[in-house]
């Protein structure tokens, strides 16, 4: 079963697996603190690597799930 979506990060909408929205979720709270800390220029502290790695574990998990989405 597949919901729409809405990315605050880039404000747009996608067809995602249901199961999927709690991790879309996640990497997009993730990259939005990032970009207010200054994007790819932020300095390296232990909060943006833990941003970081949020964003590529999400990223991970839904590759591995195959929870794609598809823009609408």
């Known amino acids: ?6 990315s605050p990060a880039v404000n747009a909408k996608f067809l995602v697996p ?3 929205v709690k991790t879309y979720q996640r990497r997009d709270a993730a ?8 994007g790819i220029h932020a ?5 943006v690597r833990k ?6 574990a999400a990223r991970r998990k839904i590759e ?3 929870w794609f989405c598809q823009s609408i």
Do not use: F, I, Q, S
């Not at 079963?1 to 809405?6: C, L």
């Not at 300095?43 to 909060?47: G, I, K, R, V």
């Open 1 to 6: 079963m597949r919901v729409v979506y809405t």
């Open 18 to 20: 249901e199961a999927a």
């Open 31 to 38: 990259l939005l603190k990032l970009k207010a800390l200054g």
């Open 43 to 47: 300095p390296n502290t232990p909060e």
């Open 51 to 56: 941003l970081r790695n949020t964003m590529l």
């Open 64 to 66: 591995r799930e195959h």
